[in-house]
T-cell receptor, first 109, second 114 residues
Framework: ELKVEQNPLFLSMQEGKNYTIYCNYSTTSDRLYWYRQDPGKSLESLFVLLSNGAVKQEGRLMASLDTKARLSTLHITAAVHDLSATYFCAVGRDDKIIFGKGTRLHILP | DAGVTQSPTHLIKTRGQHVTLRCSPISGHKSVSWYQQVLGQGPQFIFQYYEKEERGRGNFPDRFSARQFPNYSSELNVNALLLGDSALYLC?????????????FGDGTRLSIL
């Protein structure tokens, strides 16, 4: 059974700092997704990672995938308050997509 | 372009009733998936449909069912509602079920069971 674990589940950090969110999954997969969710809102797609070593960047966010280690990371560079949200990783296997519990990110001004 | 639209936005039901939730995908998207999101948790996969056929099913009881219509819109039906069914139900669409492109999510239907 595919399981997806994120850590940390909650992160409070200062503006301007760097940090990394980790996403581990239990079985092989050929696709990994990162989403953002603001309170009371739906999910917004950030990245789709499809191969080992894939790296994608958008603004202050960079995601990477290591399929051998079954690990993806979402790195935040020089955090700003607008990045405060809950971030989910999700892993695809067969015709299912399994989400992690999410990392609630709170960036202090 | 219109995004994924879901209706209704909010719904209040009592235990034992049934409910039908509706989803219209982005134009050109043929795959629709349904998720249940309980407060403070990640979305839980319920179903995926593609070309009107069920492609995937999560660990939900048979009280949950869905279908997809020729225009690719979809309905999620839940029978014999329980208090634990209270959640945000999200619909997501994508061009295909093969996952090389991200799913686009609707704003969800918030279902409250009294």
């Amino acid at each position: 059974e595919l399981k997806v674990e994120q850590n940390p589940l909650f992160l409070s950090m200062q503006e301007g700092k760097n940090y990394t969110i980790y996403c581990n999954y239990s079985t092989t997969s050929d696709r990994l997704y990162w989403y953002r969710q603001d309170p009371g809102k739906s999910l917004e797609s950030l990245f789709v990672l499809l191969s080992n070593g894939a790296v994608k960047q958008e603004g202050r966010l960079m995601a990477s995938l290591d399929t051998k280690a079954r690990l993806s990371t979402l790195h935040i560079t020089a955090a700003v308050h607008d990045l405060s949200a809950t971030y989910f990783c999700a892993v695809g296997r067969d015709d299912k997509i399994i989400f992690g519990k999410g990392t609630r990110l709170h960036i202090l001004p | 372009d219109a995004g994924v639209t879901q209706s209704p936005t909010h719904l209040i039901k009592t235990r034992g009733q049934h409910v039908t939730l509706r989803c219209s995908p982005i134009s050109g998207h043929k795959s629709v998936s349904w998720y249940q999101q309980v407060l403070g948790q990640g979305p839980q996969f319920i179903f995926q449909y593609y070309e009107k056929e069920e492609r995937g099913r999560g660990n939900f009881p048979d009280r949950f069912s869905a279908r997809q219509f020729p225009n690719y819109s979809s309905e999620l039906n839940v029978n014999a509602l329980l208090l634990g069914d209270s959640a945000l139900y999200l619909c997501a669409s994508s061009p295909s079920p093969y996952g090389t492109q991200p799913q686009h999510f609707g704003d969800g239907t918030r279902l409250s069971i009294l």
